[in-house]
Nanobody, 122 residues
Framework: VQFEESGGGLVQPGESLTLSCTVS????????MGWFRQVPGKERELVAT????????FYRDSVRGRFTISRDNAKNTLYLQMNIVKPEGTAVYYC????????????????WGPGTQVTVSS
């Protein structure tokens, strides 16, 4: 499975941004998908994840209520609508398929896409 993220950029605090992730090489509609982010020197962390049908969605606490994860299975594309962005949201954002074990979420594919840089700064 291959991932191609896009939509990042430089935004001011409080603004909005929408990220996209196009997935190829697999059956997108059968995957639980997630958005992750990473800043230099820190581990990659899960931002949000959703099931194939969208019936189950999880957000990390720091983005809940501001970010919305969604997907278009016909277009093999995952989205992340980011509203009221904050400077601490500055990171490279990635998507990946997600697995759940003992209530914790894990990225599945060891092969990550290039990511898309989001910089929140005034």
């Amino acid at each position: 499975v291959q991932f191609e993220e896009s939509g990042g950029g430089l935004v001011q605090p409080g603004e909005s941004l929408t990220l996209s992730c196009t997935v190829s090489g697999g059956t997108f509609s059968s995957f639980r998908m997630g958005w992750f982010r990473q800043v230099p020197g820190k581990e990659r962390e899960l931002v949000a994840t959703m099931t194939m049908s969208g019936s189950n969605i999880f957000y990390r606490d720091s983005v809940r209520g501001r970010f919305t994860i969604s997907r278009d299975n016909a277009k093999n594309t995952l989205y992340l609508q980011m509203n009221i962005v904050k400077p601490e949201g500055t990171a490279v954002y990635y998507c990946n398929t997600v697995n759940v074990r003992t209530g914790l979420y894990y990225p599945v594919s060891p092969s990550w896409g290039p990511g898309t840089q989001v910089t929140v700064s005034s």
